[in-house]
């Protein structure tokens, strides 16, 4: 059995015979004990892919599932090797503002970049639970945060009201305060909403303020920055992530831009687009 986390929720991996809901290899949901019936194949494929792995044409949850138990050990090492040294490109002012270019110039991504300033900018307030929760549905959408999957835990009215309840928002946000990013994350019940929230500050201080103080976190994040920092884990990412502490993973990201002499305007934004584009 192993602990894998997709999309910010915490999934136990079990081999043939190995768990006590089926015999054959599957993957329940820590939280609630359950059996994603219906989404294995497409949250493993998704967790494959994020370590670098491109699942085979055809590739079976069996086969997955063994993929992802292999993850780690010395076989499975040597065959990704060589992949991660070619995958990656090295961090530079030049390279970082030209995948930001050829994103903004993307035919989907670009023109829902548009669409996100557009939408923010006529409603930039916190003020309304309505206006709120349609701001949520567009950023959910436009970057695939996969809300929805949190349906039974999660509602779109709850998410809106957290967010609307959090004193002096709106001044808060345009002074780039990380903690309103804990605040959101953990105040869903049982659903850590820490990449959500952390787009959400992000897109409201670049686009409506102009600022540059949140640096966005996803799984894309999180399996490509130890590349860029030795030493760094994923699993200490993920704990960043497990306690809420959005300021050490934001100060990480700024540090690391300072060390490479990365000062490009919008540094932090254009980074993720280097992370994520370059990675996806």
């Not at 306690?243 to 100060?251: A, G, H, R």
């Amino acid at each position: 059995m192993k602990i894998i986390t997709i999309n910010d929720v915490e999934y136990a991996v079990f081999a043939a015979n190995e768990g006590t809901a089926k015999p054959q290899p599957h993957i329940i949901e820590t939280l609630s004990g359950t059996v994603p019936e219906g989404k294995q194949l497409s949250l493993l494929k998704e967790y494959l892919k994020q370590n670098d792995i491109v699942p085979i044409k055809g590739a079976t949850t069996h086969w997955c599932i063994d993929k992802v138990l292999k993850l780690g050990s010395s076989k499975e090492k040597i065959e990704i090797e060589k992949p991660h040294a070619q995958q990656y490109l090295p961090l530079t002012e030049e390279n970082i503002e030209e995948q930001h270019q050829v994103v903004g110039a993307s035919s989907n991504y670009g023109k829902e970049g548009l669409i996100i300033h557009d939408v923010l900018n006529a409603f930039p307030l916190h003020n309304d639970l309505n206006t709120i929760a349609m701001k949520i549905a567009v950023i959910d959408v436009t970057n695939s945060t996969h809300l929805s999957q949190y349906k039974s835990r999660l509602s779109l009215y709850d998410l809106a009201k957290v967010i609307l309840d959090i004193p002096n928002f709106d001044e808060r946000l345009a002074k780039g305060d990380p903690e309103l990013v804990n605040i959101i994350a953990r105040n869903i019940g049982a659903v850590n909403m820490f990449s959500f929230a952390s787009k959400y500050c992000t897109y409201h201080n670049v686009e409506v303020y102009g600022r540059d103080d949140y640096s966005i976190f996803d799984g894309i994040v999180k399996n490509t920055l130890p590349y860029y920092i030795p030493g760094l884990t994923v699993n200490r990412i993920d704990t960043w992530r497990r306690n809420f502490d959005y300021e050490t993973f934001n100060k990480c990201v700024g540090k690391l831009l300072d060390e490479n002499n990365i000062h490009i305007p919008f540094r932090r934004r254009k980074f993720d687009h280097f992370l994520w584009y370059a990675n996806r």
